[in-house]
């Protein structure tokens, strides 16, 4: 496409230039909204995520009023009202669970047999991955997926004194991250590869942040190799 410069500004000049650009590098590939169970699917893991969030901030607010001096019926009564609420949160949650897992059993039972065989892998990161990246056809690598949500260590470096440890990048889908972070510790205890990984990279001098930040993209490596060739995990395929 030619260059063009302009000094004019408007709606209608900003949407020509972006519809130059897609015609010009349009690669074949139109977009398709999710479907409804994969939407479904994300929504309830994003109300998941935000019902722990409040029980990690009620229990923390029950412990905080345990140690409270004050009349010990008074006390007991705003115990006990934490503690209804509590509960009710904890079974909302084990049920909000169970939905997760029903729906994608029913609706991807070969995606849910495959990624299952990943050790270290729970239902809710089989949720996000699928509700994610459906079965990873829009993504022609690893490395675009993981740039997808933005998984990847960065590096922070000012003139020849300045360097930071690596950190997960600000950019992408940030709770599809946090999941993948939270399996990574699940994974450096049942899964042989993210381990060894985990271990190596510490004992190289690695923060453990970033060591986890590895095994997370592993896991993602891992989730994409089943799903691409197809195969359930084989550790004797691994090595």
Known sequence: MEAKMTRVKTDKTDSYFIAE???????????????????EIEIKLKILEDLQHQLTKLR??????????????????????????????????KELEKEIKELTKKNFQEEYKLLKSIPGISDRVIGMIISVYGNFKRFKSVKDASSFIGISPGIHESGTSVKKSGSIKKMGNPYARKILYMAALSAIRF??????????????????????VAVAHKLLRQAYGVLKNRRPFDENFCT
């Open 21 to 39: 650009y897609g015609r010009t590098f349009f690669d074949g590939e139109l977009y398709k909204p999710k479907p409804d169970v994969e939407k």
């Open 60 to 93: 923390n607010q029950r412990e905080s009023l345990s140690h409270v001096p004050i009349p010990i019926k008074k006390l007991k009564e705003n115990l006990e009202y934490y503690d209804d609420l509590i509960r009710k949160i904890e079974k909302s949650i």
């Open 191 to 212: 899964n042989k590869y993210c381990r060894e990984l985990y271990e190596r990279l510490v004992s190289k001098g690695k923060a453990k942040k970033l060591a986890l």
